[in-house]
């Protein structure tokens, strides 16, 4: 098996390895692996081979580097398998171990050009870096040159994420017509800016967006930066949430962070209005941390920090619920904040219309088991009447 060794470190070493497939093992074991595919990759800058072991029913893979590679191939074709194809970038070489462990080696054409996998490779966003974008640019996120701004790249994954959702979701709208989107608790609006960059810009849809926020700096100045962006159906309001009016039918309705039970209240509208699609990014959420009762959960709830969590959690699966029974198909996923803050969470949901009699018996025994009073379903309570829901 000396020929074998040194036409593995010579391709490995000198000719460079693309590709190597292993197989036709010579004991059968249906709990071992029945192939193993080796191919390079470049992990963090480094080149290592990617060891694919192929089991009956899962594949494991093992990365190791240059030398370990040589000896591993080798040992795996002294010991395991009695056929090996190998593609190098002069070559390609085709191993034929018979019973009596001679072996015959085949010489033929390169067939393969390299093309070595990295696992670090740079992600694709929807708005690209290094491509001027005039909205991160006017909002310091990036220069002219469209090279972002190093602290500002949280943001910058921030606005990509959040476009990720949006791009997943907008087939649920009627791009024929003007999208009517309402975004409460804007803020300095990045997201909003965004919003209207991708759906304006990007996809050519028709919108009309306003941005409410109760800061009235905050709203002169996203008024001016809307007006020298030239984003003319852009237009931010001060005001506060529960007592926002002026529009009857809203297609989407976005609450980023808007804080406690503010966020309950945009729900609500967005119910109301029959929105297509609500994203919501909850924050701080005390409003059930006095209510929780639970003689079983004291070992949780005698804890200030773990309650406070509890809550949380409960009372955003308690949104989810109630807009499941209000008809809409609901997701709670992970969303990153750009305050330098622990990654929370994004409801999503999207208008069906289908009666969810499993959500309502969920609900109705959860809250029971918990003895909370939600604000969401005291501000849809006549709503969830309608739907049949017994309160």
């Not at 191919?39 to 060891?51: S, V």
């Not at 002026?246 to 309950?264: E, W």
């Not at 619920?321 to 198909?329: F, H, K, T, V």
């Not at 025994?365 to 309608?386: H, M």
Request: include cysteine.
């Amino acid at each position: 098996m000396h020929t074998i060794q040194e036409l593995i470190n010579k391709i490995i070493e000198e000719d460079g390895l693309i590709h190597s497939v292993l197989s036709n093992v010579r004991k059968k074991d249906e709990q071992g692996y029945n192939k193993v595919i080796i191919r390079p990759i470049l992990l963090k800058d480094t080149l290592l081979y990617q060891f694919e072991y192929h089991y009956k029913k899962k594949v494991v893979h093992e990365n190791l580097k240059q030398e370990a590679t040589a000896n591993k191939m080798n040992e795996l074709l002294e010991n395991e398998f009695r056929q090996g194809q190998l593609y190098g970038t002069d070559h390609d070489y085709q191993i034929l171990i018979s019973k009596k462990f001679k072996a015959k080696i085949i010489k033929k054409p390169a067939s393969k050009k390299m093309e070595t996998r990295t696992h670090n490779r740079k992600k694709k966003y929807i708005i690209e870096e290094n491509v001027p974008c005039p909205f991160l640019t006017r909002l310091g996120v990036m220069n002219k040159d469209g090279k972002v701004i190093s602290a500002k790249y949280d943001k910058f994954r921030q606005i990509n994420r959040f476009l990720e959702m949006i791009r997943d979701v907008v087939s649920n709208m009627d791009h024929t017509k003007e999208i009517k989107i309402i975004d409460f608790g804007c803020g300095k609006s990045y997201l909003t800016f965004a919003m209207y960059y991708y759906l304006v810009d990007l996809l050519g849809y028709s919108v009309d967006i306003i941005g409410l926020d109760l800061k009235e700096e905050v709203i002169k100045d996203c008024n001016q930066i809307a007006r020298d962006l030239e984003y003319d159906h852009l237009r931010f309001q001060m005001g506060d949430i529960a007592e926002f009016e002026g529009v009857t039918n809203v297609d989407m309705v976005v609450t980023l962070h808007a804080c406690d039970t503010a966020t309950d209240a945009a729900l609500a509208k967005a119910v109301n209005w029959n929105a297509k699609v609500i994203l919501s990014v909850p924050c701080c959420q005390h409003e059930l941390f006095n209510q929780i009762e639970n003689e079983m959960m004291s070992p949780m709830l005698k804890h200030g920090i773990i309650k406070e969590r509890l809550s949380a959690l409960t009372t955003d699966s308690i949104r989810a619920n109630i807009l499941e029974i209000m008809g809409y198909s609901t997701q709670i996923l992970e969303f990153i904040d750009t305050e330098h803050t622990p990654k929370n969470l994004l409801i999503r949901a999207v208008k069906s219309d289908d009666k969810n009699e499993k959500a309502m018996d969920e609900y109705l025994r959860f809250k029971e088991f918990l003895g909370v009073d939600p604000y969401l379903e005291r501000a849809l309570r006549n709503e969830l009447l309608e739907k049949g829901l017994k309160l």
